[in-house]
C-alpha cells in the first residue's frame, strides 16, 4: 500500500501562486509514475500533469507555461508549483500514484481562483 497525502491548496487571487506537496508514503518502493489530477464542480477528473520514475514529464496544455511538477525522492515529495493561476484552474487536485498494475490516491486539496 502507498499513502498519499497532499498540501497546499487555498485560496488566491487571479495571477497569483500555490505550491501544492504530495508526501507519498508506505510501500513506496516501485512506483512507476506520479500525477497530479484536478476535478472541477461538475466535471470529470482531469490529468495535469505526471513524471516518471524516469523523470519524464508530461504537461496537459491547459497548464503548460504555467505549471511545473517536480519530485524530490529525498524526502517522497513531489510538487506542483503552479504559476500565473486563473479562474479555471479551482479544483480539487489530487496526487496520484501508479505502481505495477495498482494506484493509488491521496485524499485531495482544494485550490479556489478568484478573479
Known amino acids: 500500500q502507498v499513502q498519499l497525502v497532499e498540501s497546499g491548496g487555498g485560496l488566491v487571487q487571479a495571477g497569483g501562486s500555490l505550491r501544492l506537496s504530495c508526501v507519498a508514503s508506505?510501500?513506496?518502493?516501485?512506483?512507476?509514475?506520479m500525477s497530479w489530477y484536478r476535478q472541477a464542480p461538475g466535471k470529470q477528473r482531469e490529468l495535469v500533469t505526471t513524471?516518471?520514475?524516469?523523470?519524464?514529464?508530461y504537461l496537459a496544455g491547459s497548464v503548460k507555461g504555467r505549471f511545473t511538477i517536480s519530485r524530490d525522492n529525498t524526502k517522497n515529495t513531489m510538487y506542483l508549483q503552479m504559476n500565473s493561476l486563473k479562474p479555471e484552474d479551482t479544483a480539487v487536485y489530487y496526487c496520484?500514484?501508479?505502481?505495477?498494475?495498482?494506484?493509488?490516491w491521496g485524499q485531495g486539496t482544494q485550490v479556489t481562483v478568484s478573479s
Open positions: 496520484n500514484a501508479r505502481k505495477w498494475l495498482y494506484e493509488f
Open positions: 508506505g510501500s513506496i518502493s516501485g512506483i512507476n509514475s
Open positions: 513524471v516518471t520514475d524516469g523523470g519524464t514529464t
